[in-house]
């Protein structure tokens, strides 16, 4: 193995009786939702005592979709009740509030992919489909899936465009953080789209954001247009974390490449839902045969350093070849705040862990201390 180059402690965690078999989403009423050992949707509740077996528990919401099935991927929109997720090529998908179910198979899968879904209202999704058209410019095409009716308009498959409808610049509206692809160079340029009008618009942001994100998969960014701040891997493998003003016009960015050990790099990471913490693995750490290695960490994003980023805090000064982090999540405890839960199976031992933030804080507070420190001894 390598030698370590990490100074902190072990963080401290608390092993829980339950069984993950989803990431878990912000929900309603401080729930969160997930997938059970059925395969339905279900929110995970927390009991009153953490230490007791019963502390985390699933209870389903629906008996949908009630399917073995291993997606490793799902969504939920807390604000109109919309949960989906897809099984291969169907998109499985329930409201909580209308109670109706579906599962379908939009528009001809095999030729492509939904790229984004949009909920409309209680009753309609929009469905930005990636259209792969063999021997011809690949396109995206939008159709309305109306759930109460079963209704899927096909009626624009002819109105195809270039344009990948992504974020809402604010609920159930028209207009959208938007981006388009150039296949031939493998990159994105993104702008704000009004779709009532067939109207392209950019500013700072969006400029920042093709500048930095030409070749960054969505799926690794963090974007809260509420917020106005999006967290995302930087094309340089390091956190790079974007904030703006309500005009656009104020954009601070900052990157963490001061605070990773030398030539390592940022891998597999989650962020909080209030966008202050990350989890992540930290690579290019060297085994005996020349194998790459990582380590996992926690580390704060917050205004209050000057950078934006607190120290990274190793969980453990062991390395991840034969670990496996399984679905990872952040998620709120009533007594703890903000933790982290996660299954961990390393081959000889599985079991749900939660790390609490309020012991990764004290172990950033400890280190900043002993700089603070060195810092007048030298002086």
Known sequence: MAITDNSTQDIPYITISAELFEKCLPWRDGKYITIDRKGCYATLEWGKNVLKNDALATKPICNFPNQDFSTGYFTASP?????????????????????????FIPVMSWKGAVDYITPISSDELLLSFFWLDLGKTDCIVNFYYNQRTQFLDTSHEKERSSIHLWKQVKPFGNEFLAFEYDGEMFNSKFFFYNRDKNVKSENKLTKIMTEFFFKTALSDIYISINKRIIISKSSSSYPLVITWDETY???SFSMAKHIFPRAKYLGYYEVSSDYH????????YKGLNGDILSKVAFLEISDKYPDMFSPIIFLADDYTEYQQWNHCSFIEHPEYGTCFICSYD????KETRLYRMSDVQKEIERILLEKAKSAITKV
């Open 79 to 103: 604000e109109t009740g919309w949960i989906w997720t897809w099984n291969y090529m169907k998109l499985l998908c329930y409201n909580a509030d209308t109670k109706l179910y579906s599962d």
């Open 249 to 251: 016009k104020d954009i």
């Open 277 to 284: 913490w990350m989890f992540l693995s930290v690579s290019g």
């Open 346 to 349: 390393n081959g000889n031992e």
